[in-house]
């Protein structure tokens, strides 16, 4: 039989929160943000010699210390802000799509098709065009999965994953096919005198055109999650099949739907990725921010302020760290483990916004 | 003086702002036979669950036979001779009875199975229980896996047993089983504690009755002293009245008849064979049946949602037409365009009934969210509702817009039901409308039913209380194994016959 000794009382023990007062929870937030950056600070010192506040300042110039260099930001940043918004109604529905990658390639492709094929249209009938295909080519390579999922219950996770190989082989295919100059391997930057297809400048950027799409889609999705009956429908679709069922709600065609809409903004980032930012294809034209701005859309709950803040959030350390990789000569994996921290201390503190720690003897006291 | 088996003091316990458990200090008694009695809410499943090693207290002290103890785990507790059968059963569905009785336990040597089905046996012969160690959990009813859990925490020597709502699932025979099983424990010696919401059975098996209200001890009776009144007062804190009415509607239209209709599940297996009956406005039809024999997929057949065999037919009637409109083969939506009310509480209140991540205003929509101008939602009136169901029903809930999962079981029950009524419905299903509810909650829902029957609603209520379905229904529709198996009339129908009408099928098949 266990006797009760002094201390025999389990160390650390976990209880569930109500809820958190969301100043408590931006309090949590923040707070991680600090202790990551403290962290983060000792571990460069430790390491490497480097003085902390130099390296963050650094970092902080690497992301906002030209005007070029704010540009070459905000643009990261309206990218992934881009293509969380689209997965947002998709994960909203709890359908896993993490085949954004795919679906911005494959609107890339499009785009790059509509510049090199249709130039001789007129420009704003082009830019039309090119906005539409890349939105349809978007939505079909979503379609699938969808489809399948609907009919046939198909596993959604896998499915749009590997949609993703499939889109990259095609750009690359894509790439070969529309190689300038021969033998580079590149498709190079397309209509590079002419300048058909890219992005009017607007305020002296040809960025602006996107910040202003990317703000548009922000506040539509905004209302479309919260205010429409479609909207409705996602949530309770994904809150419980059956239930949407219970309600007379068609589960296939949501689902069939949403992934058109989740699609075609994923193929329109690709359009911005192309036509706007670097008016040429790849197959890193996605670069990975397909599988970052999951990350991006579940941290900020779907909302569509949040999702800006923290693809912001994203592009800065992206940028930032790139410049102390090159101005503090350490090498790109160290900048790698500082976005690493910094995510990492972010969603560990998801865990306390949920959960509170009692220490021994501490029972009680504290907040309840 | 009987020596203290168990003695709690000062135990608290919370989780977040609720206080589960609320300074309480109480004994258990050697070898006695303790009902915990108490409503839903009460904090009976987690006092009990920290003498388990489930949860640890916040304060507070627990002495098994006299010496202070440390419960952290649970394999503490077996330390402690304590074992706990749980509500929901914690059995391997693909391992057999002997191999869910050694789970956890590490044994010295080598595995023998022969030794391990003998002591199984063992315990059988001696406490009159009646299990095969072979036999896999997947092939076992619910009263042999409960059987087996009690197998399992003897095995493992627990002189203390804890039962939580152990007759929740069982019919009356296997009740009256399951008793004799508890009183020849008792009589070896051991000392059990049993968790129970039913008053009838506390007065019939227990020695002293212990009582907790809303976390707080109460106190502790003689059970020969208590009669069911006196414990409803001390359960609810105040008189309540226990009795149902069953008022008469002359006037009873036909709403629903429904024929032949059989159904398969999605695993293939038969749970609807051959169902005919007919519901009427202004009575309530009571379906009753041990859980799992149909009750589900007749009531979603019902409401669309469940695919049927050919050759079912239901046919509703509405109260200003003389033809009938066949609902089989139709969606829910399809058949709320027809003009059909059918109004459904299912027996999944947050999996189906509710969303459980939105509020309460925004769940008021769920099934008219269409109706909202252009492609918008309308959400003033779903708020109105919800504000008038919340004062109507006394919902307790911080805002119309907290998530209902949050919400007290009773309280997500208030707003579904509330819901359904306010559609107004000609036919109202309900789905064991009153688990896990309070006993005010309980009888607010069943005036709530009479209510709709006067209104010459056809009420359809699926319950599993055999003494309040032949205190409230007109008529009770017996399921056994997906089959009718009797239609009594509820005011002359005796318990007996019920609760052998809900195992006739099993007996024959067993005969056969």
Known sequence: MPEKKKNGEPLIRLAKRDSLAPAARIGIRLGSLLIALLFCGILIFAITGLNPVVVYRTMFEGAFGTKTRIWSTVKEMMMLACIAIGLAPAFKMRFWNIGAEGQVLIGGIVTAACMLYLKTLPSPLLLALMFAGSAVAGALWALLPAVFKAKWNTNETLFTLMMNYVAIQLTSFFVAKWENPFGSNTVGIINQNGMQGWFPALFGTRYFISVILVLLFAVLMFVYLKYTKHGYEIAVVGASENTARYAGINVGWVMIRTMLLSGAICGLAGFMAVAGASHTISVSTAGGRGFTAIIVAWLARFDSATMLLISLLLAFLQSGAGEIASKCKLNDYASQMIIGIILFFILGSEFFINYRCIFRGKAGKGEA | ?512
Request: charged fraction near 25%; include cysteine; charge should be negative.
């Open chain 2, 1 to 512: 003086m009987t020596e203290a088996a168990i003695s709690l003091k000062h135990v608290t316990k919370s989780f977040g702002s609720v206080i589960a458990n609320d300074d309480v200090t109480m004994e258990v008694r050697s070898g006695e036979i303790l009902a915990l009695l108490g409503e839903n809410g009460s904090g009976k499943t987690t006092l009990m669950n920290m003498l388990a090693g489930i949860y640890y207290p916040d304060h507070g002290s627990i002495s098994v036979n006299g010496k202070e103890v440390n419960i952290r785990d649970p394999r503490d507790a077996f330390a402690c001779g304590i074992g706990m059968v749980h509500q929901h059963f914690k059995l391997v569905d693909v391992f057999s009875a002997a191999e869910n009785v050694i789970i956890g336990i590490n044994g010295k040597g080598r595995l023998s199975h022969r030794q391990i089905a003998d002591a199984i046996r063992k315990i059988c012969d001696k406490y009159g229980f009646d299990i095969d160690p072979d036999k896999k959990v997947y092939d076992m009813s619910v009263s042999e896996k409960q059987t087996l859990e009690i197998v399992k925490v003897l095995y493992r020597g627990a002189d203390i047993l804890i039962l939580d709502e152990p007759t929740a699932v069982l019919t009356p025979q296997e009740t009256e089983k399951l008793f004799s099983v508890i009183r020849n424990m008792k009589k070896d010696g051991k000392t059990v504690i049993i968790i129970t919401h039913k008053l009838h059975e506390v007065l019939a098996i227990s020695d002293r009755v212990a009582i907790l209200r809303r976390g707080v001890y109460i106190d502790t009776v003689e059970t020969k002293d208590a009669t069911e009144q006196s414990l409803t007062e001390m359960m609810v804190g105040e008189k309540i009245e226990l009795n149902i009415d069953r008022p008469l509607v002359e006037e009873r239209p036909l709403r629903l008849r429904i024929e032949h209709l059989s159904c398969f599940n999605e695993e293939g297996i038969q749970k609807l064979d051959d169902v005919s009956f007919e519901a009427y406005g202004g009575e309530i039809l009571g379906i009753a049946g041990v859980s799992g024999n149909g009750q589900k997929e007749l009531l979603e057949a019902i409401a669309g949602l469940q695919v049927t065999m050919p050759g079912a037919s239901i046919v509703y009637n509405a109260p200003d037409t003389e033809e009938g409109a066949e609902l089989i083969g139709k969606t829910p939506r399809k058949i709320r365009e027809l003009g059909v009310h059918l109004s459904f509480v299912p027996e999944d209140r947050l999996g189906m009934g509710l969303v459980g991540d939105l509020g309460m205003s925004e769940n008021m929509m769920l099934k008219d969210y269409t109706r909202g101008r252009g492609i918008f939602t309308d959400k003033k009136k779903p708020k109105e509702l919800a504000e008038r169901i919340r004062k109507d029903l006394n919902v307790v809930t911080p805002g119309i817009g907290t998530p209902v999962r949050r919400l007290s079981g009773g309280n997500v029950q208030k707003v579904l039901v509330g819901r359904e009524i306010a559609a107004a419905p000609t036919v109202l299903m309900t789905a064991y409308a009153v688990r896990g509810l309070d006993i005010n909650t309980s009888y607010t829902i069943y005036q709530l039913l009479n209510e709709q029957k006067e209104a010459g609603v056809a009420v359809i209520y699926v319950g599993e209380d055999l003494d309040v379905l032949l205190e409230l229904c007109d008529r009770i529709l017996v399921l056994c194994g997906g089959r009718v198996s009797g239609i009594l009339d509820g005011r002359t129908a005796k318990k007996e016959e019920v609760g052998r009408l809900m195992t006739q099928m099993r007996k024959e098949a067993a005969d056969a």
